[in-house]
């Protein structure tokens, strides 16, 4: 069991050499140990199967305005490449829209992405990815209220509240690229992985004034395990990550506890049976991830997750924070 726990205690000891801070200024979900293909572009077309469908939705702080919302799609593929097609090229294109508060300030994004996967031996596959994205940030002020639409007395609609957007959208390109390590022991029931992203990398403008402000890149780093607990349907799914931008820091942990429902076949290769999953995650010093999962056969997953606000912000939402919902489907194109 100590072999077992190697590489995650070595992500974990790398976490705790960062200065903990929970502020970000970038969508984050939080079943982040589903949710790579969104901030590292090297785990698209990272799974056994030949395609997958992949949604999540994101509903927060209703319980202090109006809610901050989070729509996220994602397609992506694999194809076989090389002399013995071990390798892999994945193809991906990707889709989200952000929505948050009165003013209803949001950013809309689709993306392309790319990915490509060696098998360097019979356990180990290395992948590195880039993605590319266009992407608008809008505002509407028609539902905010200015200091200075008081007169001393009343307030005014009508009266000019004085800021001097320059644009209320406008469009921007974004460039991100990442590496994805996968380590697989069928034979001793363990699974690992492990992965590095840049995004931002070309520091696109955020700015509704005209100013020469641009979004910080971001580095996250990343990692998860199965560990199978011996003659039992019983596994434990740890997983990290570890998210810097700029003067800022996120640190998510946790684990959940997977069950599974029926025996998959040990001869033929077959994965039919079905899983339940519980469990929960800690975002440092901002809320307690409560999350649950049900994967049907391999193939259909349903989770669901749900915030407990635990920052100086619990005295206004009364701790709620916001449920999240993510369905997955992969398939093949072929049967096998």
Request: hydrophobic share 35%; charged share 20%; glycine share 10%.
């Amino acid at each position: 069991m100590k072999k077992k726990f190697t590489c995650f205690i070595a992500i974990a000891i790398g976490c705790m050499l960062f200065k903990i801070d929970s502020n970000a200024q970038d969508i984050h979900f939080s079943q982040f140990e589903i949710a790579s293909q969104t901030y590292n572009p090297a785990t698209i077309g990272a799974f056994r199967e030949d395609y997958r469908f992949m949604s999540h939705y994101k509903d927060q702080w209703g319980s202090v305005g109006t809610p901050y919302k989070t729509i996220y799609a994602l397609f992506d593929s694999k194809i076989k490449v090389g002399k013995s097609k071990n390798n892999a090229l994945g193809l991906g294109v990707s889709f989200y829209s952000d929505k948050a508060g009165e003013s209803k300030m949001g950013t809309s994004m689709g993306s392309l992405s790319l990915s490509y996967h060696i098998k360097m031996n019979k356990e180990n596959t290395l992948g590195a990815g880039i993605q590319s994205g266009m992407g608008q940030k809008s505002v509407n002020l028609s539902g905010l209220k200015w200091d200075n639409q008081f007169d001393g007395d009343n307030y005014d609609v009508n009266r000019n509240p004085n800021e001097n957007l320059s644009a209320l959208n406008f469009a921007f390109i974004d460039l991100s690229g990442g590496l994805f390590w996968n380590f697989v022991r069928r034979d001793k029931n363990l699974k690992f992985n492990s992965g590095i992203s840049v995004s931002h990398i070309n520091n696109p403008p955020q700015s509704f004034y005209g100013s020469s402000d641009r979004v910080l890149t971001k580095i996250i780093v990343h990692g998860g395990s199965e560990i199978v607990l011996e003659n039992t349907n019983t596994s434990i799914l740890p997983a990290l990550m570890l998210a810097k931008q700029g003067p800022f820091y996120e640190i998510n942990a946790g684990a959940m506890v997977k069950y599974v429902l029926g025996v998959d076949s040990k001869y033929t290769g077959l994965r039919t049976s079905s899983a339940l999953y519980l469990g929960g995650f800690y975002r440092v010093g901002d809320a307690i991830a409560l999350a649950s999962r049900f994967d049907f056969k391999n193939n259909f997953s349903v989770g669901f997750s749900y915030d407990i606000n635990v920052s100086h912000l619990r005295l206004a939402s009364s701790g709620r924070g916001g449920m999240e919902v993510t369905l997955l489907y992969k398939g093949l194109f072929e049967k096998k």
